[in-house]
């Protein structure tokens, strides 16, 4: 097929015509046309006017390994030469499929040692909630059936996953909550806890989990679901004393815990995934986007044995998507991984790109007068923006801040995200120093001009 060849007004008028956007406001289209990207290569993007941009966050923080890699490209096209598709409904399986089970057993945490493969993060975690539900009903416990997660909390967009998130916006989408599911506070200290110690803070939020399974008896309450640093909520890393606390609670009441590492999975906090950079040790595990680093959807629930143990008793289960362990999907996982080891990336992140990327941030950002705090662990950062960095007053929420220094940072070459009145990045895990750098001078020169606008409105 030829390549259709079109300039970004081109393309941003066809767009505009026939798509509809997630997570956008259709009027933002019409003060401005979205951003069309053609290529990309490393840490980099193009759009179609072949300008070249750093990507702050590795795609939707999915690209770990960076765009243009060899190595997955040819895995996915031998696999499509050999088996394009077979499912593994019913008894079938496929080669990459068992192998990334395999795979995927060395590197989770002990215990878990079962896989079933999914297609998006938001499908784990919809089969998170049915497995654990046919779990308690086969333990003889059906009513143990409500779940608990976060405000701020993000678990995805099918209509479970929205429930079990705690998105207010979401929740008021058409209506979009369920009974039981529940939601306790988020871990931010800064926003929640600044008249207390953040280890004291931490076993507060942690303890209104204890508070709310005794509200509603723990013979009701089936699993606690969170993300070990929340990242869509705005990259809310929890204070040291939190998880220990989370872990004792679920096991003091027999709360199955779920770790979702949709995004701190597969190096983003340098180790293989943030339960093991927080000793959480989960009973099931959803993870999603650095699996295949977002070449192709494919996302996997890890399950415990003990888990998996009853639910073999449970007779059929009876769930399941057409594209469940894709051949193609699952060897460009397998790729993935092997890169990663081969290049030592998660060391690479631990020992050196995310120590450097904390300290650059905080140099670069921590006088600046629109910044309170600059958080997060690994390559995840957030910034929170204030009015005033004295009494840490906030703006006006319909000022937009964070837009308008987003829109900023994509003049000056730069993708980063703006969540609620945060700026939060999340580079591919090959970013060079150099990068950081242009990303940290970028974002400070942003939130100059932010300033200026700022200042210009009131
Ligand atoms: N869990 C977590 C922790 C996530 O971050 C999902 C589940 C859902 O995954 P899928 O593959 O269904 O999208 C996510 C997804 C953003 C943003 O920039 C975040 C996500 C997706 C899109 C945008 O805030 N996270």
Same mark, same amino acid.
């Given at each position: 097929?030829?390549?259709?060849?079109? =300039?970004?007004?081109?393309?941003?008028?066809?767009?505009?015509?026939?798509?509809?956007?997630?997570?956008?406001? @259709?009027?933002?289209?019409?003060?401005?046309?979205?951003?069309?990207?053609?290529?990309?290569?490393?840490?980099?993007?193009? $759009?179609?006017?072949?300008?070249?941009?750093?990507?702050?966050?590795?795609?939707?923080?999915?690209?770990?390994?960076?765009?243009?890699?060899?190595?997955?490209?040819?895995?996915?096209?031998?696999?499509?030469?050999?088996?394009?598709?077979?499912?593994?409904?019913?008894?079938?399986?496929?080669?990459?499929?068992?192998?990334?089970?395999?795979?995927?057993?060395?590197?989770?945490?002990?215990?878990?040692?079962?896989?079933?493969?999914?297609?998006?993060?938001?499908?784990?975690?919809?089969?998170?909630?049915?497995?654990?539900?046919?779990?308690?009903?086969?333990?003889?416990?059906?009513?143990?059936?409500?779940?608990?997660?976060? *405000?701020?909390?993000?678990?995805?967009?099918?209509?479970?996953?929205?429930?079990?998130?705690?998105?207010?916006?979401?929740?008021?989408?058409?209506?979009?909550?369920?009974?039981?599911?529940?939601?306790?506070?988020?871990?931010?200290?800064?926003? =929640?806890?600044?008249?207390?110690?953040?280890?004291?803070?931490?076993?507060?939020?942690?303890?209104?989990?204890?508070?709310?399974?005794?509200?509603?008896?723990?013979?009701?309450?089936?699993?606690?679901?969170?993300?070990?640093?929340?990242?869509?909520?705005?990259?809310?890393?929890?204070?040291?004393?939190?998880?220990?606390?989370?872990?004792?609670?679920?096991?003091?009441?027999?709360?199955?815990?779920?770790?979702?590492?949709?995004?701190?999975?597969?190096?983003?906090?340098?180790?293989?995934?943030?339960?093991?950079?927080?000793?959480?040790?989960? $009973?099931?595990?959803?993870?999603?986007?650095?699996?295949?680093?977002?070449?192709?959807?494919?996302?996997?629930?890890?399950?415990?044995?003990?888990?998996?143990?009853?639910?073999?008793?449970?007779?059929?289960?009876?769930?399941?998507?057409?594209?469940?362990?894709? @051949?193609?999907?699952?060897?460009?996982?397998?790729? =993935?991984?092997?890169?990663?080891?081969?290049?030592?990336?998660?060391?690479?992140?631990?020992?050196?790109?995310? @120590?450097?990327?904390?300290?650059?941030?905080?140099?670069?950002?921590?006088?600046?007068?629109?910044?309170?705090?600059?958080?997060?662990?690994?390559?995840?950062?957030?910034?929170?923006?204030?009015? =005033?960095?004295?009494?840490?007053?906030?703006?006006?929420?319909?000022?937009?801040?964070?837009?308008?220094?987003?829109?900023?940072?994509?003049?000056?070459?730069?993708?980063?995200?703006?969540?609620?009145?945060?700026?939060?990045?999340?580079?591919?895990?090959?970013?060079?120093?150099?990068?950081? $750098?242009?990303?940290?001078?970028?974002?400070?020169?942003?939130?100059?001009? *932010?300033?200026?606008?700022?200042?210009?409105?009131?």
């Amino acid at each position: 097929m030829p390549k259709v060849e079109r =300039n970004s007004k081109e393309w941003q008028a066809l767009d505009v015509a026939h798509h509809l956007h997630p997570f956008t406001d @259709p009027k933002y289209f019409d003060a401005k046309a979205p951003l069309v990207v053609t290529r990309a290569e490393g840490s980099h993007v193009w $759009d179609a006017d072949g300008r070249k941009i750093l990507d702050g966050m590795a795609g939707l923080w999915c690209v770990n390994v960076g765009y243009g890699r060899k190595a997955l490209i040819e895995a996915s096209h031998a696999q499509m030469s050999e088996l394009a598709y077979y499912n593994v409904f019913f008894q079938s399986a496929t080669p990459p499929q068992i192998e990334l089970s395999r795979v995927l057993a060395e590197l989770t945490p002990a215990g878990l040692n079962h896989f079933f493969f999914t297609n998006s993060g938001s499908e784990a975690n919809d089969s998170i909630i049915r497995i654990v539900r046919h779990f308690w009903a086969t333990e003889g416990q059906p009513e143990k059936n409500i779940f608990i997660g976060r *405000t701020l909390g993000y678990h995805g967009s099918t209509l479970a996953a929205t429930a079990l998130g705690g998105m207010q916006a979401m929740h008021d989408m058409g209506n979009s909550t369920l009974p039981n599911f529940e939601h306790i506070m988020h871990p931010h200290w800064w926003a =929640n806890g600044r008249d207390m110690t953040p280890e004291e803070f931490g076993l507060k939020a942690a303890r209104a989990l204890e508070d709310k399974i005794l509200a509603l008896g723990a013979d009701r309450v089936a699993a606690f679901v969170a993300e070990p640093v929340q990242g869509a909520g705005g990259v809310i890393e929890p204070p040291s004393t939190y998880w220990p606390e989370i872990q004792r609670i679920c096991k003091k009441y027999d709360v199955l815990l779920v770790a979702d590492e949709v995004i701190c999975g597969f190096g983003r906090l340098g180790e293989w995934f943030g339960s093991q950079f927080y000793g959480i040790e989960p $009973d099931l595990m959803p993870m999603a986007k650095g699996l295949s680093s977002g070449y192709l959807p494919i996302a996997a629930v890890a399950i415990s044995d003990r888990v998996h143990n009853t639910l073999y008793k449970g007779g059929v289960f009876s769930h399941g998507f057409t594209y469940s362990g894709h @051949p193609v999907s699952c060897a460009v996982a397998l790729a =993935n991984i092997q890169l990663m080891k081969d290049e030592k990336i998660i060391e690479r992140v631990r020992d050196d790109i995310a @120590p450097y990327f904390r300290a650059r941030l905080e140099d670069a950002l921590a006088d600046h007068p629109l910044v309170a705090e600059v958080r997060g662990e690994g390559l995840l950062a957030g910034v929170q923006l204030v009015k =005033n960095k004295t009494t840490g007053e906030l703006y006006d929420p319909a000022e937009a801040v964070a837009v308008r220094c987003r829109d900023h940072c994509l003049e000056g070459g730069l993708i980063m995200r703006a969540v609620g009145q945060s700026m939060v990045a999340s580079p591919p895990l090959i970013i060079t120093r150099q990068e950081v $750098d242009t990303l940290a001078n970028v974002l400070v020169e942003s939130l100059d001009r *932010t300033m200026a606008d700022m200042r210009k409105a009131a």
